[in-house]
């Protein structure tokens, strides 16, 4: 099944055919300080069933854990964050869930970096919570 998204102004746009593998809460300080939220919906995908139209704006960042390179893909009109590409997962697209035209059976299966997350957003009943990031598959 083949899902749609795109980011505020509508310069980005993208496809995706498959289910995502995970569904992660992400309370690190780098996706709170991107999306002036408390935390990001980030959903994992096979890199190679993303298509992306437009030309997206790249931010990169160390992984505080791996040291790896990420590459934080947004808007460069509208700014709205998209996709974050990890180079130790090269076959993988994270995909920020609140871009989606349909968000519906997005709910999130486990929550990462809760050290970081901010006092008043309670970790989920029923949601595996990492004090970090996912532990190495
Ligand atoms: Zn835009
Ligand atoms: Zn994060």
Not at 34 to 47: E, R, V
Request: aromatic share 8%.
């Amino acid at each position: 099944m083949s899902r749609t998204g795109r980011c505020l102004c509508g310069a980005i746009s993208y496809q995706i055919d498959a289910e995502p593998q995970v569904v992660a809460l992400c309370h690190c300080d780098d996706c709170q300080r991107q999306s002036g939220a408390a935390f990001s919906t980030n959903a994992l995908f096979p890199k190679a069933a993303l298509t992306i139209q437009g030309e997206p704006a790249v931010y990169h960042t160390t992984g505080t854990d791996s040291g790896q390179d990420r590459q934080r893909l947004f808007c460069g009109t509208c700014g709205s964050a998209l996709f974050t590409m990890l180079d130790d997962m090269p076959d993988v697209a994270i995909v920020k869930a609140g871009t989606l035209d349909d968000r519906t059976g997005y709910a999130p299966a486990v929550e990462v970096w809760r050290h970081s997350a901010q006092e008043w957003v309670a970790a989920g009943e029923g949601r595996q919570a990492f004090d970090r990031g996912l532990p190495a598959a």
